[in-house]
């Protein structure tokens, strides 16, 4: 047992070019498909919270790309897409969408109405309103859905070495292949500690960035009413 819970370091120090190169791999397609996902999801979210309608819709939409497999994305999407990073990071994208727009919906609804028509009283516009209000009170929980997101993708991205995307899968499915544990422990156990280095970056960044937007919106809501 000692043997398997060491020998798998071992392997990836023996192995430190690959390692780098198939976590550097997996680390981008998780970022491309975030990135695509918060610049779709931020602006549904937004839409869904003005238009009960287009809410329905949307998170309609949301819900049901849940459902649907990775592993069933990737399958059928390599076929017009080709092999390599493409289908996964489509998977990812699939994946993210639901947990950052569900969190934009509920945090920018979170708002206290009365700041909201307190804006309106002062003459902000709903844009104004939106920028210096709502979305501000609104980024924990955003972030929040960020954060699961990521949890999720990470996961998601092991399934790419099926269409040749490379990643941590790739020693994942070598050590499945061959049974060797500690080849299959070289590409698992680093990217449970990447989901935890996200989680840890993400919550930096929530805490440095909300309370600052918060203090100067506040202060400066504060000047106007003077």
Known sequence: ??????????????????????????????????????????????????????????????????????????????????????????????????????????????????????????????????????LPYALPVIFAGIRTSTVLCIGVAYIGVFVGSGGLGIWVQAGLTSVSYDIMLAGAIPGALTVLAFDQIFKYIEQAVTPEIIADDLEADTNVAA
């Open 1 to 134: 047992m000692q043997n398997i819970a060491t020998s798998w370091i071992d392997y990836i120090l023996a192995n430190q070019d690959q390692f780098l190169g198939l976590l550097t791999d997996h680390i981008r397609m998780v970022g491309i498909g975030e990135i695509i996902a918060i610049l779709i999801s931020v602006p549904a979210g937004i839409l869904a919270t003005r238009d009960p309608r287009a809410a329905r819709v949307i998170e309609s939409l949301g819900a049901t790309a849940q459902t649907i497999p990775a592993l069933g994305v990737v399958a059928l999407t390599f076929t017009f897409l080709g092999l390599g990073q493409r289908p996964t990071i489509l998977a990812i994208v699939i994946y993210a969408v639901f947990p950052i727009l569900k969190n934009t919906v509920a945090g920018i609804q979170q708002v206290d109405e009365s700041m909201v028509r307190a804006g309106r009283g002062m003459g902000m516009t709903n844009l104004q309103r939106l920028r210096r209000l709502e």
